[in-house]
């Protein structure tokens, strides 16, 4: 996951508004959300390679999302250990958000930089490896890209923008926030973050959907969570030139 969009308790019709595009390479094998077979309550995509996932939700009510923290050196220094079971982790488990929190910092284990989101739609936390900070999330519209939540990067800015535009209306539809999740505007070389990639690279993952010869947005994802607890999760992956679409709907 590359760009999270949130809105938590900013609509009367609404506790809880995720919007999401996760950015992988082209030839990494994923299955798209489904019910898994070895945990039938989470409904997730699932990384082939690892076997956890960057974006789902459980039939509980549990919801937990991850992107990477953009940082060259991690190359170099992280472990073995697949930041995607971070999420699959909080899914599977019964424990609360915040003692998966406390139980994951004491562990020790290695990871590249990560900000995780776990909770329900009526608690949230995040959580970056890079700062080692757990934070509650407030009301109001957060933004999440590969850096700390709220960093102001043009893509972050932008999103949060629009979210607050579409929310600004009495009723929303999930079709206005893939039409905000499709947005492939390039910022201005002066805005870009230097995250150590070089400027070519930082001009190619500047945009809220991201394209490329071999890397770019695989997936978009809404998560509708009403003010009555009804759930809706929307994912649509991009293969070429097919766009497939999953949907699950819950009552929290």
């Not at 390679?49 to 953009?70: E, K, M, P, S």
């Not at 284990?109 to 970056?128: A, H, I, Q, T």
């Not at 929310?167 to 999740?181: D, K, P, T, V, Y």
């Amino acid at each position: 996951m590359c760009t999270l969009l949130l809105a938590y308790r900013a609509h009367p019709q609404y506790r809880l508004v995720i919007a999401a595009n996760r950015d992988e390479y082209y030839l990494r094998p994923t299955h798209p959300a489904h019910f898994w077979e070895d945990a039938p309550h989470i409904f997730a995509g699932r990384d082939l390679v690892h076997g956890g996932t960057w974006l789902g939700v459980t039939a509980t009510g549990r919801i937990a999302a991850l992107t990477n923290y953009r940082d060259p050196s991690d190359l170099h220094r992280h472990g073995p250990s697949s930041r995607g079971q971070l999420v699959s982790g909080f899914l599977a488990q019964e424990a609360g958000a915040e003692e998966y929190l406390a139980r994951l910092r004491e562990s020790g284990v290695p990871y590249g930089g990560y900000n995780l989101l776990v909770g329900d739609s009526e608690r949230l936390f995040c959580y970056s490896n890079k700062n080692d900070r757990v934070l509650p999330i407030a009301p109001g519209i957060h933004g999440l890209s590969n850096h700390l939540l709220d960093t102001p990067w043009p893509k972050v800015r932008c999103g949060k923008d629009g979210l607050a535009r579409i929310l600004s209306r009495q009723s929303l539809s999930a079709e206005e926030l893939f039409a905000l999740l499709a947005d492939q505007t390039h910022p201005p070389d002066q805005e870009l973050p230097d995250t150590g990639v070089g400027l070519e690279l930082e001009r190619m993952l500047s945009p809220i959907f991201i394209t490329s010869a071999q890397y770019g947005t695989r997936c978009s994802t809404v998560l509708l969570v009403d003010a009555t607890g009804k759930a809706t999760f929307i994912e649509r992956s991009f293969e070429g030139e097919v766009t497939t679409e999953r949907q699950a709907q819950f009552q929290w």
